[in-house]
């Protein structure tokens, strides 16, 4: 359940409501948690490759890579790893992504 918000409404104010913002769209943090348990492993193993392998992953190669392991045909990302469709998006990393690697 996602909510319109504001793009300035504070983050602190709203994770005291147990809501964290992207962009004005207000999403409860159940739904940060869901999404977290699902990409943490799949970072894991690319930092695990970029270490031992050298592996420079790019955002281009991050969406690939998640797009094989996402699993569902509704997804943008599985349509365009599946046919090897690149997706650009620069920020991947300034968002809740951004926010797992701290």
Known sequence: NMHMGDFSMKGADLRAQGLNRTGNILVPNVNYCVFEDWIMPHLNQMLKEQNELGTNWTP???LHRLGERINNEDSMLYWAAKNNIPVF???LTDGS??????
Not at 97 to 102: A, N
């Open 60 to 62: 281009s190669k991050m």
């Open 97 to 102: 992504i951004g926010d797992m690697f701290f």
């Open 89 to 91: 998006c620069p920020p």
